[in-house]
Structure formats: C-alpha cells, structure tokens
C-alpha cells in the first residue's frame, strides 16, 4: 500500500464533513501534529485523524439536553411514566433487588466451593487405591473448572 495516500492535507479532510479550519481546530484540540509536509502544507495520516473528525460536535449550550424530546414537558412525563412502569415491575415481583440479586449469586458460589470440598474427599473414599499425585491432579482439575463456573456466576 502507498503510504502517500494515507497523507492528508486539511482540504482533503474536508471530506469529513468541516471546514478547513474547523479540521485545524479538532485536530489542534486532540493535540494531533501534521506527520509530514508538502512544501509548507502539512499532511495528516488520515487512518490517525479519522476518529477525531467524526465525532459528534461538543454541545456548547447551557440548555439543558432533552434527549430528543420536543420539550421539557414531554421529557419529564416520559421519565414519570419510565419510574412508574419500574414501581409496577417491583410491585408485580418482576424485578429483583440487587441485594437479594447478590445474595443470591453468594448462595450459589458457597454451594460450589462447598461440592468441591466434598467431590474430592468422595473421590478418595470411593477410590482407595489412588495416589497422592492422582488425587492432587483431580483436585487442580476440579478446582480449575469450578473457578471458571463460579467467575462466569459472578459476571
């Protein structure tokens, strides 16, 4: 690939969607130097500047943002309605509380760690004969996967 190609000048940026001096502006914010120069025009690496000249402006008002509502009005009655349908879905039992959803996850992780501490000493009863090595690679392997069932428990 022709590096050339990846080199910029700020009328070429424009393509973004800005002006030339707006691209200037961006990218002097985003603290982006020019990687070579043309003569005394300086050239951006485009794959570099990109994600600078694509995001959305900063919005310099005080207004406050009303999510794409028309008013303030039909906003705080959609955030009523959103706080009422959440007390109806706790009212009805369709929501669990985060504690109980911790407990809960608590519980099951308990009850792992504990079969892991049983499946071993039953291992070794039911198998007399095994070795100390033999039982120690059952135990790694066990406890290997019951960390990744109690790591994906707690995702």
């Given at each position: 690939?022709?590096?050339?190609?990846?080199?910029?000048?700020?009328?070429e940026l424009e393509q973004f969607g800005s002006h030339r001096s707006t691209v200037r502006k961006r990218l002097k914010a985003a603290g982006i130097e020019p990687v070579a120069f043309k003569g005394n025009t300086p050239?951006?690496?485009?794959?570099?500047?990109?994600?600078?000249?694509?995001?959305?402006?900063?919005?310099?008002?005080?207004?406050?943002?009303?999510?794409?509502?028309?008013?303030?009005?039909?906003?705080?009655?959609?955030?009523?309605?959103?706080?009422?349908?959440?007390?109806?879905?706790?009212?009805?039992?369709?929501?669990?509380?985060?504690?109980?959803?911790?407990?809960?996850?608590?519980?099951?992780?308990?009850?792992?760690?504990?079969?892991?501490?049983?499946?071993?000493?039953?291992?070794?009863?039911?198998?007399?004969?095994?070795?100390?090595?033999?039982?120690?690679?059952?135990?790694?392997?066990?406890?290997?996967?019951?960390?990744?069932?109690?790591?994906?428990?707690?995702?």
């Amino acid at each position: 690939m022709n590096n050339e190609k990846r080199l910029w000048n700020t009328s070429e940026l424009e393509q973004f969607g800005s002006h030339r001096s707006t691209v200037r502006k961006r990218l002097k914010a985003a603290g982006i130097e020019p990687v070579a120069f043309k003569g005394n025009t300086p050239l951006y690496d485009v794959c570099q500047v990109a994600p600078y000249l694509c995001k959305a402006p900063v919005k310099t008002t005080d207004a406050p943002d009303l999510m794409g509502f028309p008013t303030a009005a039909e906003l705080r009655a959609f955030v009523q309605a959103e706080r009422e349908k959440l007390n109806l879905s706790k009212d009805i039992g369709e929501l669990i509380e985060r504690e109980d959803y911790e407990n809960e996850i608590a519980r099951n992780i308990a009850a792992i760690k504990k079969f892991a501490d049983s499946a071993i000493n039953r291992i070794e009863t039911a198998i007399p004969d095994a070795t100390a090595e033999q039982l120690e690679n059952i135990e790694s392997l066990l406890n290997f996967d019951l960390k990744a069932v109690s790591d994906e428990i707690r995702v």
